[in-house]
């Protein structure tokens, strides 16, 4: 039962470069989403995903760019990483956001460090 | 806007006392409640919710009753155990409002002593 995984799950950036976080989801959930914490904060939305094809911003998305070209993979660009962008990177999903009831899985996390 | 408000933390106890941390919301809709738990390294995870008024949620010891005239979700537990120490993050989930993005609480850290 892999669920929702993240891949790297820690990684040290330099200022100004570029890399893609992974998220891949096997219970074909047609909602996902991204989300940073920051230390000691709540979880703020980057992006957000309702179906293959579709992408949109949440409240925090200058600096990301996203994907979404199969109902599984939801990858997250870091363009011209800042240390502003350290954080811990949660990918998530559920099944459809239009039932209130669904749970929403998290994966484990991607911590990133810009330096 | 839906909203989720939950008391500030860290809250600190000894192994065994009761736990209360307090939670309200305010939506256009008619959402689902949820408590979700986050232990140290790892993702968030799902300790209980409650999808009409009334219901009451529960897991682990833990418990929490949706109620809609307070617009209220506080979590409980009669005993913590030391291994009950993480953030404990309130939210909602309000679908018939056309929303797809659930509201989540800052979280609150619970830190229990032996």
């Known amino acids: 039962n892999a669920g929702v995984t993240q891949t790297p799950k820690f990684r040290i950036l330099k200022i100004g470069q570029s890399m893609t976080l992974q998220c891949a989801q096997d219970?074909?959930?047609?909602?996902m989403y991204w989300y940073r914490q920051d230390p000691g904060m709540g979880l703020k939305l980057i992006y957000y995903?309702?179906?293959?094809?579709?992408?949109d911003k949440g409240e925090v998305p200058n600096g990301y760019n996203v994907s979404r070209s199969t109902t599984e993979d939801f990858p997250l660009r870091l363009e011209l990483a800042a240390p502003s962008q350290t954080s811990v990177y949660f990918c998530?999903?559920?099944?459809?956001?239009?039932?209130?009831?669904?749970?929403?899985?998290f994966g484990e996390g991607s911590w990133l460090t810009v330096v | 806007g839906d909203s989720v408000t939950q008391m500030e933390g860290p809250v600190t106890l000894s192994e065994e006392a009761f736990l209360t941390i307090n939670c309200t919301y305010t939506?256009?809709?008619?959402?689902?409640l949820f408590w979700y738990v986050q232990y140290p390294g790892e993702g968030l995870q799902l300790l209980l919710k409650?999808?009409?008024?009334?219901d009451k949620g529960s897991n682990k010891g833990f418990e929490a009753t949706y109620r809609k005239e307070t617009t209220s979700f506080h979590l409980e537990k009669g005993s913590v155990q030391v291994s009950d120490s993480a953030v404990y993050f309130c939210?909602?989930?309000?679908?018939?409002?056309?929303?797809?993005?659930?509201?989540f609480g800052r979280g609150t850290s619970l830190i229990v002593h032996p």
């Open positions: 939210a909602l989930s309000d679908g018939s409002g056309g929303s797809y993005i659930p509201t």
């Open positions: 409650a999808t009409k008024a009334d």
């Open positions: 998530a999903s559920t099944p459809n956001a239009r039932f209130s009831g669904n749970t929403i899985y």
């Open positions: 995903s309702v179906g293959a094809g579709i992408t």
């Open positions: 219970m074909n959930h047609n909602y």
């Open positions: 939506a256009t809709g008619y959402p689902s």
